[in-house]
């Protein structure tokens, strides 16, 4: 029999939310920047802007000086925005597990690297409905793998570390969860998912 989880956190890109924009190439086509000097930019402001040390306005600004532009090009502000909201769809077969969890008595959270040009669209198209508590990183200043980001999961899910199960994408993530003490399970697909999840939890 699976030991009873009481509280499952789902992250939101490429877990609930499928069809996620290479935004790198984006930004970089749009600047006429190469896609790799992009990710050599972010991987320096991509952390404090995931973790809410920068506004909008205060992240372009500091993109700005990392290149040897005058002026930031037309639209900058709905880089961000714009692809996100017209690619990525909500994955409905994960939305049917989570309505299975809580139909059986558990919770369901997000738990999420985020920004607030992403938190805007997300909210309005109900991307976090049904999940309680939703930590987003950009609103609580910690992301993941930071263990302070799980310290506030496992406080605002008013759960034991025990009685949490962490889902994502992505491995490092999913070690962090696993070396603060929660168990998690490295996302692949919807059925894959399931079957993982009811070795851990009744559902």
């Known amino acids: 029999m699976p030991e009873d989880k009481k509280c499952v956190l789902f992250d939101v890109g490429r877990v609930i939310l499928k069809n996620l924009p290479d935004e790198h190439n984006i930004i970089a086509s749009a600047t006429g920047l190469s896609s790799e000097k992009v990710a050599q930019i972010m991987s320096t ?4 802007y995931q973790r809410g040390d920068f506004s909008d306005e205060q ?3 500091e993109f700005k000086k990392h290149t040897q532009f005058n002026r930031l090009p037309m639209g900058y502000d709905k880089l961000w925005s714009d692809s996100f909201a ?10 049917k597990i989570a309505s299975k969890l809580r139909a059986t008595g558990h919770k369901t959270g997000i738990l999420s690297n985020t920004i607030p040009p992403h938190v805007k669209i ?5 991307t976090y409905n049904g999940f309680d508590p ?3 990183s ?4 910690a992301r993941k793998p930071e263990q302070k980001i799980f310290k506030i999961a496992v406080r605002e899910a008013q759960m034991q ?4 199960v962490f889902i994502d994408d992505d491995q490092s993530f999913v070690n962090a969860a696993k070396e603060f003490g929660i168990d998690a399970i490295l996302y692949s697909n919807p059925q894959q998912l399931e079957q ?3 070795k851990r939890v009744q559902f």
């Open 196 to 198: 993982e999840l009811r």
């Open 134 to 136: 939703v930590i987003l």
């Open 122 to 126: 997300n909210r309005a198209r109900g």
């Open 86 to 95: 017209r690619d990525t769809k909500i994955d409905t077969e994960i939305i």
């Open 45 to 48: 402001l991509k952390a404090p």
């Open 161 to 164: 570390k025990s009685d949490i």
């Open 59 to 61: 992240f372009w600004q």
């Open 138 to 141: 950009c609103e609580v200043n």
